[in-house]
């Protein structure tokens, strides 16, 4: 119940294309749903998040959709650049929990 | 404005050894947090701590442990090192407790022999 499904594992996509990392959770609880991007070398940085009362939240190029009835979120970046070249993070996380609980990660590859 | 600090980066400990990690927050931050990454079992939670006192604790055997300072600083300490304690340990700073929009450090990177 306090695990989070994340997919792909990896993906490669072409500069300019919309890739689109998808997670999955099962515990009604969570309440607050980041996503953290990682570069080889640092920490995770967080991205964008969103709660459950809104079902899609942009910043920037980065917009997270919300489906509350699946029980599913998922990250898109427009227009990709070589630069978003990261591994990528979902998380979630309530209050009872007290912690984060993380996807397993998605390698994203933006070829030039 | 300073990042969360992590030191030492890198470190290199024998099985059987004890090795002691620590974590500056973001000035103002009085809740830290640590996590463990490995490439196998992706990000898993430590432990939080907030005003010195821990207030949720992972899955993680009794080896490992950790305490906050008055002024928010935080170190974990893990002994009697196994090889599978290898792995990168992060440290996340926020505001305040269930505070969750972290700011990771850049994490010690522990290998052990």
């Known amino acids: 119940q306090q695990q989070v499904k994340q997919s792909p594992q990896s993906l490669i996509v072409q500069k300019g294309g919309i890739p689109i990392i998808n997670c999955a959770y099962e515990?009604?609880?969570?309440?607050?749903f980041p996503w953290y991007q990682q570069f080889p070398g640092k920490g995770p940085a967080l991205l964008i998040a969103i709660r459950p009362d809104v079902s899609e939240k942009k910043e920037g190029r980065f917009t997270i959709s919300f489906n509350k009835s699946a029980k599913q979120f998922s990250l898109h970046i427009m227009d990709s650049q070589p630069g978003d070249s990261a591994t990528y993070f979902c998380?979630?996380?309530?209050?009872?929990?007290?912690?984060?609980?993380f996807g397993q990660g998605t390698r994203l590859t933006i070829n030039p | 404005k300073a990042g969360v600090t992590q030191t030492p980066r890198y470190l290199i400990k024998t099985r059987g050894q004890q090795v002691t990690l620590s974590c500056s927050p973001i000035?103002?931050?009085?809740?830290v947090s640590w996590y463990q990454q490995t490439p196998g079992q992706g990000l898993q939670f430590l432990f939080e701590?907030?005003?010195?006192?821990?207030?949720n604790k992972g899955n993680f055997p009794g080896r490992f442990s950790g305490r906050q300072f008055s002024n928010s600083r935080s170190e974990m300490n893990v002994s009697t090192l196994e090889l599978g304690d290898s792995a990168l340990y992060l440290c996340?700073?926020?505001?305040?407790?269930?505070?969750?929009?972290?700011?990771f450090g850049s994490g010690t990177r522990l290998t052990v022999v």
């Open positions: 998380a979630a996380s309530s209050k009872g929990a007290q912690k984060l609980v």
């Open positions: 515990n009604t609880a969570f309440d607050y």
């Open positions: 000035s103002g931050h009085r809740s």
């Open positions: 996340a700073s926020s505001l305040t407790a269930g505070d969750y929009g972290y700011t």
């Open positions: 701590y907030f005003s010195e006192t821990q207030r």
